[in-house]
């Protein structure tokens, strides 16, 4: 199973990023294989729904589960909306990102079924009204 | 002559100068242009008598045809479409409604509609005062859109007393954009004093004169009066922080309700305005 994680850093010694749509990185771990590939996250810079475009672009990877520190509602909308069946989501999820795949080997880590934040919670603080 | 009563500060009493400044010359019309959280209502209570609907046109998308929305979702600068497949989440809250992705997407497969973002209202308030608002629905983001509108329904040949929202962002800048002459409301505070200066940068950029009111007069400290001095700032007028006018707005009643000598006041304010504005 091709599971995507967002990612401070490209190694297994990298922390989970705990933003999704404007993490840093994203890593493509491959369960069957244990290897995996990372790409930077260009979204992240977005000036809005950059949860939406990641998202769109995990699914394009391939992958069938996502791991990351929290997930908002407009990237929970089209993860489930997966052509080949809703993405499993495990958010909540910290520690680096070897310690989160051997969470998920164990069976250590359980899906969630709604989004864990609001909109534009990885956008910082102070955003205020505009 | 339109006069905006503008602050960068949220809550530094926009409202209490702008109803007051209303309420003392009586025959003008006044525009709550804080589309977002509008309140003047609250304290002018028109009588509402015609609503507009404000609407953009957004786009929707024929799917199940096995053509592919990725042109759409790759030009869509707010990311407000999704391609997955051939299929589409579209997220209506943060389309602008540019109409680009009818144009890059396959040909008859986006199409547009009406969508409702909010409201004008027009209304009056004995004895003179012609009301009008604009409300914005929670979560839209189009703020300029609504505000539009509202501009449409300027009476210029009247006395304009505009309300404006916080901040220096679009939305103020659209509400003070057609002012004669713009007052500045701040607290003597550090925070008041911060957004002030935001606020003095955007009007001289505009080119609109301006004044300021020091509301809460006697909190804080001297720095909002030194950096008025040091600039040649006017300061139109000083509110003193009295709890009693604090429970008078809590009411809803007006800084002229709570003593009458404001009126006075509001209306010398206005007639040195007038004069300094027919000067130009």
Not at chain 1, 69 to 80: D, E, Y
Not at chain 2, 157 to 169: A, E, M, Q, R
Not at chain 2, 203 to 224: A, Q, S, Y
Request: hydrophobic letters at 35%.
């Amino acid at each position: 199973m091709k599971v995507c994680l967002s990612s401070t850093g490209t190694t297994l010694d990298s922390n989970v990023d705990p933003r999704f749509g404007r993490c840093a990185y994203f890593i493509i771990y491959d369960t069957s294989t244990d290897t995996f590939e990372y790409y930077a996250n260009e979204s992240r810079d977005a000036m809005g729904g950059a949860g939406i475009q990641a998202a769109q672009k995990v699914i394009e990877k391939g992958a069938e589960a996502v791991i990351s520190g929290n997930i908002g509602p407009n990237s929970f909308k089209v993860l489930q909306s997966a052509p080949g069946g809703p993405v499993k989501i495990y958010s909540g999820v910290s520690g680096t990102i070897r310690s989160a795949i051997a969470q998920l080997k164990n069976n250590e880590l359980k899906p969630v079924t709604s989004s864990s934040v609001q909109s534009h919670y990885g956008m910082g603080s102070g955003m205020g009204r505009s | 002559m339109i006069i905006s009563v503008a602050s960068g500060k949220g809550g530094t009493g926009k409202t209490t100068v702008a109803v007051a400044l209303a309420r003392s010359i009586n025959y003008c019309q006044f525009i709550d242009y804080d589309v977002e959280a509008p309140n003047a209502s609250l304290f002018l209570k028109p009588d509402i008598k015609y609503i507009k609907k404000v609407t953009i046109r957004q786009p929707y998308f024929l799917t199940n045809t096995d053509k592919s929305f990725k042109r759409c979702a790759d030009f869509c600068h707010y990311n407000a479409v999704a391609s997955i497949g051939d299929e589409v989440v579209f997220f209506s809250e943060l389309c602008h409604g540019c109409g680009g992705c009818i144009l890059v997407g396959p040909e008859g497969a986006v199409r547009e509609k009406d969508v409702e973002i909010g409201e004008i209202s027009k209304g009056f308030c004995p004895p003179g005062i012609n009301f009008l608002m604009g409300n914005l629905k929670p979560g839209n983001m189009r703020t300029p859109t609504v505000q539009n509108e509202l501009e449409k329904n300027i009476e210029y040949d009247n006395h304009v007393i505009i309300d404006c929202p916080p901040g220096t962002s679009c939305s103020m800048v659209m509400s003070v954009k057609n002012s004669d002459f713009c007052i500045l409301v701040t607290e003597p505070t550090p925070f008041g004093l911060n957004d002030l200066m935001i606020s003095v940068d955007v009007l001289k950029n505009l080119k609109i004169p301006f004044g300021v009111i020091v509301n809460r007069f006697g909190i804080g400290n001297d720095e909002v009066l030194n950096y008025c001095k040091n600039n040649n700032i006017k300061i139109i007028a000083k509110i003193p922080n009295d709890l009693n006018i604090a429970k008078y707005y809590s009411k809803g009643l007006s800084l002229i309700d709570f003593d009458p000598i404001w009126k006075n006041k509001f209306n010398d304010i206005i007639s040195e305005i007038e004069k300094e504005v027919l000067k130009k």
